[in-house]
């Protein structure tokens, strides 16, 4: 086994343990943002969670660096986008538990609500000059389903592990990595 194959090995293994903390991290900025609607305190809250995430997988990718160094821009990017691919596991797993037992309906609800929130219309209205059908939009989402909405959180979270892996990586590669005898 050479080399590389050897740190993509660790890196992996470490990139699980990482995925749960910033899992945790993106499932608590979930629920955070799945009371705005009622607490847009809370939803603020969410998300500064979900960016603070970034920086939590930047910080990791740094530690990788110091601990297999000397890595590339490849090997962090590895790291990353694997961390946040166990992160969206994990996060898309709870999304399927909230909306399964303990949302009851509510968050679509908000969503319904503000569809029906005459500002929100207006506004809408006014991007939407050649006609937006609030009633076929309101029809639809009262009609989703867990299985209709889990699969679509699942590839927004893909989606977003993509670019938030790029940003952590080139964060984690900012400034040089000292060495025990330069400190």
């Not at 749960?20 to 609607?37: N, Y």
């Not at 037992?101 to 509510?106: A, E, L, P, S």
Request: with cysteine; glycine share 6%.
């Amino acid at each position: 086994m050479n080399q590389s194959s050897t740190i993509y090995s660790a890196l992996r293994a470490e990139a699980s343990r990482g995925g749960f903390v910033i899992g945790a991290m993106w499932l608590a900025s979930f629920i955070f943002v799945t009371t705005a609607f009622t607490d847009p305190t809370l939803g603020l809250l969410g998300h500064v969670c979900a960016l603070l995430s970034i920086v939590q997988c930047a910080r990791m990718v740094r530690h990788m660096r110091v601990r297999y160094r000397p890595l590339s821009f490849v090997h962090c990017l590895w790291y990353a986008w694997s961390t946040c691919f166990f992160a969206t596991l994990l996060t898309t797993f709870g999304q399927f538990v909230y909306f399964q037992w303990f949302d009851n309906g509510r968050f679509i609800q908000g969503f319904i609500h503000v569809l029906e929130n005459p500002v929100y219309r207006q506004h809408i209205q006014e991007m939407y000059p050649e006609g937006f059908s609030f009633d076929e939009v309101i029809e639809a989402a009262s009609t989703l389903t867990v299985s209709q909405i889990v699969p679509q959180l699942l590839l927004t979270n893909l989606f977003c592990t993509t670019g938030v892996a790029i940003v952590s990586a080139a964060m984690g590669m900012l400034g040089k990595i000292q060495t025990e005898a330069t400190k």
